[in-house]
């Protein structure tokens, strides 16, 4: 046998190392461990998207709070508090200042270490530093890079292979130190139909990670959902602003707020029908269904409705006159008196 040959031998690809399902399954736990109940794994990434002055970096520093202080976050238990490391690598120092004052932090349970300061030009080096940094900090249980583009460096992040092992790499983080590493991402400019899809650059941010947190603005109201490897996903729902502890908290779904506000919306139709039908039968005697309906303004089907309706109850009389139907009150209400 040639060197040669003898060499290409010993150069074999070794095979993966491979894990027995049945053994996987056994050891299984009842509940994955969350750092925060049904929202992030203790050991994981989530990505936190939103556009430019949204409120993202508020949220980011509420559930950084809620992580030293052992609260509530949006509703939901810290199963794990303690230590955070917060990166900010954009804007005012005095706006955490600000955040941390007005969130009511006291450090009792766990120290948030800040880190603002501009990032190595070469992404890897500061990787390397962010590795370096946990390492110094043993009792960290959370890690927050706001935004993460000023720590990856990415030279194209429209790239998915780039940015897949970016994104790795801040997951081998997070395992190797058994801690959660969220990240801020902002939001593309052009909104479309997929939430997933605001992050500004490739996909494989939303892939690369376990949980992932959207924010929009509508008009006055911020929305929240998410997307998550595990659990139950938010459907779109309103955040609620404390502007006295500048934190935010769930309030009704997006879909319930809407159906909410159509119903009130059928109220005040069906309330104003019914005005202009004692309306129209105070002006004319015994009127017929067509002249009532003539009388009235709306969607002829609505009317019929809600006239088939006060007659069911009782309220108006439906008589035949040959072919002709027609109406007459049996009393007018007092509101009804009054409000004429």
């Not at 230590?83 to 955490?96: A, F, H, I, N, T």
């Not at 043993?138 to 706001?146: A, N, T």
């Amino acid at each position: 046998m040639s060197t040669e040959t003898k060499n290409n031998e010993d150069k074999k690809p070794a095979p993966f190392k491979t894990l027995n399902g049945l053994a996987l399954k056994n050891a299984a736990p009842d509940k994955i461990p969350s750092l925060v109940d049904g929202l992030l794994l203790q050991v994981g990434t989530s990505m936190l998207v939103a556009k430019p002055k949204t409120g993202k970096s508020s949220l980011a520093m509420q559930l950084a709070v809620s992580v030293a202080e052992g609260r509530d976050f949006l509703g939901k238990r810290v199963d794990y508090p303690g230590d955070v490391l917060y990166l900010m690598l954009e804007g005012p120092l005095g706006v955490v200042q600000q955040n941390l004052k007005k969130l009511g932090y006291t450090e009792t349970q766990g120290t948030i270490h800040v880190v603002h300061e501009q990032m190595p030009y070469r992404g890897t080096e500061g990787l390397e530093r962010l590795d370096a940094t946990i390492r110094s900090l043993p009792k960290l249980r959370l890690v927050i890079v706001d935004p993460a583009p000023k720590l990856l460096r990415l030279i194209d992040s429209f790239d998915p292979g780039e940015v897949g092992v970016a994104i790795e790499r801040l997951e081998q983080i997070a395992k190797n130190h058994k801690l959660h590493l969220m990240f801020l991402v902002h939001a593309k400019k052009k909104e479309s139909d997929d939430a997933g899809d605001a992050a500004m650059g490739s996909t494989s941010f939303r892939g690369g990670t376990d949980t992932n947190i959207f924010m929009v603005k509508s008009g006055t109201q911020r929305i929240l959902s998410t997307e998550q490897r595990w659990g139950v996903a938010l459907e779109p729902t309103l955040l609620a602003f404390d502007a006295e502890t500048n934190s935010m908290h769930l309030g009704v779904t997006v879909e319930a707020e809407e159906e909410a506000r159509h119903e009130g919306k059928e109220r005040l139709t069906v309330k104003r029908i019914e005005q202009e039908l004692w309306d129209a039968l105070s002006a004319e005697e015994n009127p017929t269904q067509g002249e009532l309906l003539k009388a009235v303004t709306g969607k002829n089907l609505t009317k019929l409705r809600v006239l088939e309706q006060m007659v069911s109850s009782g309220r108006i009389v439906a008589e035949r006159d040959g072919p002709a139907k027609r109406y007459r009150a049996v009393e007018i209400p007092n509101e009804m008196k009054e409000a004429a």
